[in-house]
């Protein structure tokens, strides 16, 4: 499926190599020579220091191989008609100094025909033959966050290798020396955007390894670069927000900030961004109450006001239902965040506890034979579809039986809590007790006794 990355990513990318009458061989005086392959309006960006002789050297090999690649340049208006033409070149001239620019021009090829998957692969093959490329880093640094996919076996090192591209795209760019005729101020609004885009993979690939404190650095340098840009406000707001022990205000702030740039901007996650900071916002205030104001500020400020605090729910009152008030003295402990919150996390960490409550639903955990059971125990958490209290990560056979409904007394290790968009407790190593379990299993036995799977008649064919 073609995923369409958004607009102005086009605009965004800068090419560090190009082609000119300077960078190419005199050999073919007097023909008409490719034109540059610029990308922004004037004149294209010039090499980082240290290139500048590599790409000098560039020399056609025959007149053949010139007139080859001068098909490509002037098949740039049909992206169709260039893709197999630059295929073509490639297998022809496989040892071409001009391969990385062939690939390059596939690559924007497919970016016109809004082909992210071609152009990824497009974009690889221009970082083989030319690892400095800024185009290609460019374009595969901002598509990253886009495509990736934390169910994917070879996640860890898709992020790592997006790491390694943002990291060495902010290497290159402090090298990169200003054309004698592009002005200093669109030179530098070139390099905020690359800077920005760089900064911006490098602080998602710590967000999604939950090293959230080199995600927080690196999203706030994207910022300062890019301070409308959607996306890495709201990395930075989930970067705070999960970090332990949450810094609600920070994160509500940043969320805050991307719901109102996308609404803005009119952009088709801007439902989505809302929803997710109206969730965070209710989780820690207990109500929306100011939570409109706290929009209306951010769509104007990219940093919160001298001050700025979104006040904590009251405790709660007790219910008299032990299991309930139990879970209620650990989530308003939790739910303050700062240094109170880590004190009181620093001592339930590693306990034990023991409740019970009623099955929301059952899911397989990550590793073989584990399960991963969520539980209601307090009545808000019962009245909501998909809302639960607790998860229990246990690998007690059983567990596949449990159902939405049943009761369910256990016990397991504090490991771990997020607190938005409600708060969750997770118990590790988690007993759930033998006869729930057992009456699971049973129930599930009769209901299929109850409900045989009806054998499909065979049927025969002649013969």
């Known amino acids: 499926m073609k995923r369409k990355f958004p607009l102005f990513v086009l605009s965004l990318a800068a090419c560090a190599l190009y082609l000119s009458s300077a960078q190419s061989t005199t050999l073919f005086a007097g023909s008409r020579q490719p034109r540059p392959l610029a990308l922004i309006a004037g004149a294209p960006m010039a090499a980082p220091a240290g290139q500048a002789a590599a790409a000098k050297a560039k020399t056609w090999k025959s007149r053949d191989e010139y007139d080859a690649f001068n098909k490509i340049v002037q098949s740039e208006s049909n992206p169709t008609q260039l893709i197999p033409i630059a295929d073509a070149f490639i297998q022809k001239y496989p040892t071409s100094d001009f391969k990385d620019q062939a690939y390059l021009l596939k690559l924007q090829a497919y970016q016109k025909m809004n082909d992210s998957a071609n152009a990824i692969a497009a974009a690889n093959d221009v970082l ?5 490329n800024l185009y290609a880093l460019n374009y595969l640094s901002f598509a990253f966050p886009f495509i990736y996919k934390a169910d994917e076996p070879n996640k860890d090192a898709a992020l790592t290798q997006a790491t390694e591209n943002g990291k060495h795209g902010l290497d290159l760019l402090q090298k990169l020396q200003k054309p004698a005729t592009l002005p200093q101020d669109k030179f530098d609004a070139q390099v905020k955007q690359l800077r920005g885009n760089f900064n911006r993979v490098v602080g998602f690939a710590a967000l999604q390894r939950k090293d ?11 910022i300062e670069d890019q301070p409308n840009d959607t996306y890495s406000f709201s990395f930075l707001g989930q970067a705070y927000l999960y970090s332990t022990p949450p810094d609600f205000d920070n994160a509500i702030w940043n969320l805050a900030r991307s719901a109102a740039l996308a609404k803005a901007a009119n952009q088709a996650n801007t439902d989505a961004l809302t929803k997710f900071f109206n969730q965070v916002y209710e989780s820690r205030h207990g109500s929306n109450a100011g939570e409109q104001d706290v929009l209306n500020q951010a769509a104007t400020s990219v940093a919160p006001p001298a001050g700025f605090k979104v006040a904590p729910p009251q405790k709660h009152a007790p219910t008299g239902n032990a299991s309930v ?8 402990a939790l739910v303050v965040g700062g240094d109170a919150a880590q004190k009181a996390w620093d001592s339930l960490k590693g306990q034990p506890l023991g409740l019970n409550g009623v099955v929301d639903s059952v899911q397989p955990g990550t590793d073989p034979s584990t399960y991963l059971v969520h539980v209601d125990i307090t009545d808000e958490a ?3 579809d998909g809302v639960y209290d607790l998860e229990l990560q246990t690998t007690q ?6 159902s939405k409904g049943d009761g369910v007394r256990f016990q397991g290790t ?4 997020t607190v938005a968009p409600s708060f969750v407790l997770t118990l590790a190593d988690a007993k759930i007790n033998d006869d729930d379990l057992k009456a699971a299993e049973d129930n599930a036995k009769s209901k299929k006794a109850a409900h045989p799977t009806r054998k499909r008649p065979t049927h025969h064919t002649a013969q």
């Open 128 to 132: 083989k033959a030319d690892p400095d």
């Open 325 to 332: 008030d139990g879970f209620y003295q650990i989530e308003d």
């Open 212 to 222: 959230y404190a080199t995600a927080i650095t690196s999203l706030k340098a994207a």
């Open 397 to 402: 056979p059983g567990a596949k039986y449990l």
């Open 414 to 417: 504090i490991s771990a809590y």
């Open 382 to 384: 019962k009245a909501k």
